[in-house]
Each structure stands twice: as structure tokens, then as C-alpha cells.
């Protein structure tokens, strides 16, 4: 994939995050969500490929658009496959709250999961951690061998996890361990790449959160050196149909980060709302100003780019 493409794609979510922070704090999920996926939908049909969105905003008939199987971009370049959430955190955005982006991740054809819209069990470390996983294993084995591998105790480790009943369990297990949590409410594609960044003070993600996000956070991760491990954990046999409609015969396969998004992959995000990650969008008398990280797993670059919108100039916003 061509390089300069990164760049073409960071303005696609840098487009959708701010057409979706006006609504931020509005109480109104529905038209944050659909700003978000307007604005997005838009801006792929100007950038140079024959894309496919693999992971999207559902199944044709449950999306009029950006659905799973859609074809996007001008017509004329790569034959790319795309994952996407252009408002990763909907209730975030509507709230208020902190860590809302607009998130894509780019890879060749056939090479990204096509995951079911259901959920998948996660685990993932940063660079120290690699190797050191077992999705299979307990949390507290799992902790131990980070701990192991970072040269601290556990008393030292941070854990991110959502906050739902569904981890009750999980929670107090890590808590008997000695290490920290940090919950949250929404959000777990950047709570996994979180793991794999220097300054953010989180250690490892775990828990039970949307299988497409997983492929998302997958091909992020393999940007940054980290390390992901997913399983499927359906609810009942239409789940277990959905997933072997999308090709996956194995429901109990763990689902390694290369497996999840192979072969060169790309990954750009966008903030909505502040965050841990990245700024929030942030609305001037004459546009907007956007911060987004754009990262690629053949160079291993991460950039991060702080742009300025200028509303009375193309593209119109």
C-alpha cells in the first residue's frame, strides 16, 4: 500500500470527528452516530483505491450505508479492505465523556477478519508484554507474566476494562491480584492500543467487547509492536450462524493479532472528545482543529498530526 494513502485516509476520520462533536454533550447518540458515518461515507469516495468495507455499520439491511460488502473509494488504485467505526463511542459523545474517536484501519484485500457483529473475548499488552499472553489462561497468570516481563509487581500494573456486569468476575479476580483498574465506559479500541503507549500509565486490556472492534484494535496493535489475542463468545445460535456466515467455522479458535489483520495494514484515528489517546476536536471562529494518530505496520511510523479546518475552504464541512 502506498504511503501517501495514510494520509489520505486520516482526512476521511478527521472529517467524520467533526461533523460528530457537534453533537457532543447533546444527549443525542442517534445524530452523533449518523454525522459521523455521513461525513465518513463522504470522504471515502476522494480517496485513490477499490475499497471494501469489511467491518462497518452492519449488514446491508441493517445500513444504508458504510454496510459490510459496500464499495467505496474514487474507483482507481489499491484493492483495499477497510474496518471502521466512525464514532467509536457513541454514548461517549452524547455524554460528554472523554475518549470518543472516529477510528479506520486499512489492509489489502482478504487480509482483515471479517468479524461477526458480535463478541469477542480480548487480551493485549504492549511491546514488553509479546509472547507473555494467554487468552486462555487466567488473568491473574496472565498479570503475573507481565509483571515478570516489565521487572515490577503487580501493585504496579494497571488494567483497563470496561464496566459492565458481564465482568464482575473478571474485576475481582484482578483485584485479588494486587494490580489497579481503570474502568471505563465505552472505548476499547483505544484502551487496547493504551497498552502499547508509553505515557498513558496502562498496562493490559482485558475483558468482553465487540468482536469488529477487535480487528480494529488488531490492526493497530501490530502498528505499534504490541500484542492481541481474541475470542468469539457468542450469546446464542444466531451468533454462532452470524460468524459462520462471515466464514469462521471455529468459533472456540483464539484469533491472534496477525490473524485478526495480516500483511501490511494501516491505522488512522481521529479524536471526537478528549482522551487518554488523543484531543478532542476543538471548534474556532474559523473552523476546527483535529488531532489523529496515523500509524503503519510496514515502517512501524507513528505520527500524530494536529490539523486546522478552515470552514470557508474545501471540502466543505
Known amino acids: 500500500m502506498n504511503r501517501n494513502l495514510a494520509l489520505e485516509f486520516v482526512r476521511v476520520t478527521e472529517l467524520a470527528a467533526i461533523a460528530s462533536a457537534r453533537w457532543m454533550g447533546r444527549g443525542d447518540e442517534k445524530s452523533a452516530d449518523q454525522a459521523a458515518v455521513d461525513a465518513m461515507r463522504k470522504m471515502l469516495?476522494?480517496?485513490?483505491?477499490?475499497?471494501t468495507v469489511v467491518i462497518g455499520?452492519?449488514?446491508?439491511?441493517?445500513?444504508?450505508?458504510?454496510?459490510?460488502g459496500e464499495k467505496v473509494g474514487a474507483g482507481e488504485g489499491p484493492q483495499l479492505e477497510i474496518a471502521l467505526d466512525p464514532l467509536e463511542g457513541t454514548t461517549i459523545c452524547?455524554?460528554?465523556?472523554?475518549?470518543?474517536?472516529s477510528v479506520m484501519a486499512i489492509g489489502q484485500k482478504d487480509k482483515l477478519l471479517h468479524a461477526p457483529d458480535i463478541y469477542?473475548?480480548?487480551?493485549?499488552?504492549?511491546?514488553?508484554?509479546?509472547?507473555?499472553?494467554?487468552?486462555?489462561?487466567?488473568?491473574?497468570?496472565?498479570?503475573?507474566?507481565?509483571?515478570q516481563r516489565k521487572l515490577c509487581s503487580l501493585s504496579d500494573l494497571t488494567v483497563i476494562i470496561l464496566d459492565r456486569p458481564r465482568h464482575?468476575?473478571?474485576?475481582r479476580e484482578v483485584r485479588e491480584t494486587g494490580a489497579r483498574i481503570h474502568l471505563i465506559g465505552d472505548g476499547d479500541v483505544s484502551a487496547a492500543i493504551a497498552t502499547a503507549l508509553p505515557d498513558t500509565g496502562i498496562d493490559m486490556l482485558l475483558g468482553i467487547g465487540g468482536a469488529p472492534e477487535g480487528v480494529i484494535a488488531a490492526a493497530a496493535m501490530r502498528c505499534i509492536k504490541?500484542?492481541?489475542?481474541?475470542?468469539?463468545?457468542?450469546?446464542?445460535?444466531?451468533?454462532?450462524?452470524?460468524?459462520?456466515?462471515?466464514?469462521?467455522?471455529d468459533i472456540d479458535k483464539v484469533f491472534t493479532m496477525n490473524e485478526l489483520a495480516?500483511?501490511?495494514?494501516?491505522?488512522?484515528?481521529?479524536?471526537?472528545?478528549?482522551?487518554?489517546?488523543?484531543?478532542g476536536v476543538q471548534f474556532k471562529s474559523w473552523g476546527a482543529v483535529t488531532h489523529s494518530?496515523?500509524?503503519?505496520?510496514?515502517?512501524?511510523?507513528i505520527r500524530t498530526i494536529e490539523a486546522q479546518h478552515h470552514f470557508d475552504r474545501k471540502p466543505v464541512y
Open 45 to 51: 469516495d476522494t480517496v485513490s483505491c477499490e475499497a
Open 57 to 68: 455499520e452492519g449488514e446491508r439491511d441493517e445500513a444504508p450505508m458504510l454496510y459490510i
Open 94 to 101: 452524547a455524554n460528554g465523556g472523554h475518549n470518543a474517536i
Open 120 to 147: 469477542m473475548k480480548k487480551i493485549a499488552v504492549g511491546p514488553q508484554g509479546v509472547g507473555a499472553i494467554d487468552i486462555n489462561d487466567t488473568p491473574t497468570n496472565n498479570l503475573k507474566r507481565l509483571a
Open 168 to 171: 464482575e468476575d473478571l474485576i
Open 226 to 249: 504490541g500484542d492481541f489475542q481474541g475470542v468469539l463468545v457468542p450469546r446464542n445460535d444466531e451468533d454462532v450462524e452470524r460468524a459462520k456466515k462471515m466464514g469462521i467455522e
Open 262 to 279: 495480516s500483511g501490511p495494514v494501516m491505522f488512522v484515528a481521529t479524536g471526537v472528545t478528549d482522551g487518554s489517546l488523543l484531543k
Open 293 to 301: 494518530l496515523v500509524m503503519r505496520s510496514k515502517s512501524g511510523t
